[in-house]
């Protein structure tokens, strides 16, 4: 993944509503959810709504797809996982990022 895939990412999260418009989407997964569904649970007006989900199929966050009359938005999965792997690239220098007192109460059990 390049930095600039990441920042666009980043920064289309960084407003709350996209954010929660996301975490709603992510929960729904390949199901995804359709805009009266997310107008439904977040409350955020038609216009707004529009203008977020723009943003964030733009970034390459999510996915649409028309199904007859309506429009189904989903996680791009391949991209989340992307950014997972670039954000803890070399995490902890490759060693176990588990704390060490963690390490020690799981083996005493």
């Known amino acids: 993944m390049q930095n600039t895939d990441a920042i666009s990412a980043f920064l289309?999260?960084?407003?709350?509503?996209?954010?929660?418009?996301?975490?709603?989407?992510?929960?729904?997964?390949?199901?995804?959810?359709?805009?009266?569904?997310i107008i439904e649970k977040l409350g955020i007006p038609n216009a707004t709504l529009s203008f977020h989900l723009k943003e964030l199929v733009q970034s390459n966050l999510l996915l649409v797809e028309r199904q007859s009359r309506n429009l189904i938005y989903r996680p791009n999965t391949s991209l989340v996982k992307d950014l997972s792997t670039f954000l803890l690239d070399?995490?902890?220098?490759?060693?176990?990022?588990t704390p060490v007192k963690a390490l020690k109460r799981s083996r005493v059990i």
Request: charged share 20%.
């Open 90 to 97: 070399n995490c902890c220098g490759g060693k176990s990022c």
């Open 12 to 37: 289309a999260l960084g407003q709350e509503s996209r954010l929660n418009i996301f975490r709603l989407i992510v929960q729904r997964g390949e199901f995804g959810l359709t805009p009266g569904e």
